[in-house]
Each structure stands twice: as C-alpha cells, then as structure tokens.
C-alpha cells in the first residue's frame, strides 16, 4: 500500500512537470516502455538496486539506457529522480498511476470489453460511442475476445460492469426457472 502511494505521488509529480498534451502522451509512453525493460531484465534490476554499484554508475546506466531508447528529456529526469530516490523499483506502479492521471487530465476512460467473436471497427466505434455517452468522456476501448460468452458484450468501466451477454442472460433464466 506504501509503495502504491509513493507510486502515486511520483506520478503526480511527473505529469504536473510537463504542460503539452502530446509531449505527457510520449512521457506516459515512454514510461510504460521502461517498466516493460526493467521487469523483464534481471541484469538491469540486479544493477540498479545492487547496494555494491555507486550511484554515480548507476545514473550513466540510466543515462546511456534512455539515450539508446530515445526517451525524452523529461522521462529521462524522471528516471533520474526515481534511480536517486530510491524508487526505481516502482516503475511499473508509477507508469500505471501515470496512464490513469493522463486519462483524467485528458478527459477519457478506459473501458475493458469482451465479446463472444471479433468486433468490427464499426462496432468497436458504436461501443466507444455509447460508453463516451455514458460516462462524458472520451471512451478508450480495451476489446478481447471470449468465445463462452456465446454472444453479446461484457463491459467493465472502473468497477462497474455491465454484462450483456447471452451467458449471463441464460444464467438468469436458470436462476429464474429454479425458483
């Protein structure tokens, strides 16, 4: 829970140094990018939270990583501040806090949907429409694919879900039928 809060707080921290639109997109981008590398590289991580490694060497790491990746000055100093703090190993929080507070100061949401077969763009577009309506923000679908579904959609906005599905309204009837 701590370490969620700090996550939070460097988030905030971050997106409240940077002004353009597009350039907090690239930062929030460029953020998920580096969790990405550091959960999958052991050696980064091992090097970077060895207590044995000076700080200084640390920083030229970080320095030569964001340089090879082309990550921008902002992420970079970002980086930079949480190698120093201490909060490297927080990345994949604060890049998760990070996209939450980009989607708010950016005025959308992102809904989670599942379906029991592929949607079309069309559909994909009626959903984003309705969910924008609903919610008064712009919709970011997340679409996957469950074939038990049988048909219909499952939608989850934060943490309400509405189920549309023909699973769930055959589940229904069988409650209903019990009774």
């Known amino acids: 829970m701590r370490d969620k809060k700090a ?3 460097y988030a905030v921290a ?4 940077i002004s353009d ?8 981008s460029e953020l998920q990018a580096f969790a990405a590398t550091y959960s999958e590289s052991a050696e980064l991580r091992k090097a970077l939270a060895h207590p044995g490694i000076p700080a200084a060497t640390k920083r030229k790491i ?5 340089a090879k990746l ?3 000055a902002k992420t970079a100093k970002a980086l930079d501040c949480f190698l120093r703090r201490g ?6 929080d604060i890049a998760e806090a990070y996209s939450a507070l980009l989607d708010e100061k950016l005025g959308r949401q992102k809904v989670s949907v599942t379906s029991a077969y592929a949607l079309t763009d069309s559909e994909k577009k009626d ?8 919610t008064g923000k712009k919709a970011v679908l997340d679409v996957g694919v469950d074939r038990s579904l049988i048909g219909g959609v499952v939608a989850r906005i934060g943490g309400a879900v ?5 699973r769930n309204q055959l589940a229904k009837m069988r409650i209903k039928a019990e009774v």
């Open 7 to 9: 996550a939070q707080r």
């Open 14 to 17: 971050t997106i409240e140094s």
């Open 21 to 28: 639109a597009g350039m907090m997109e690239r930062v929030g």
């Open 62 to 66: 970080m320095e030569k990583l964001s």
């Open 70 to 72: 082309s990550y921008s």
């Open 87 to 92: 909060r490297i190993g927080l990345s994949a």
């Open 127 to 134: 959903l984003e429409k309705l969910f924008s309506s609903i």
């Open 162 to 166: 509405f189920d549309g599905s023909v």
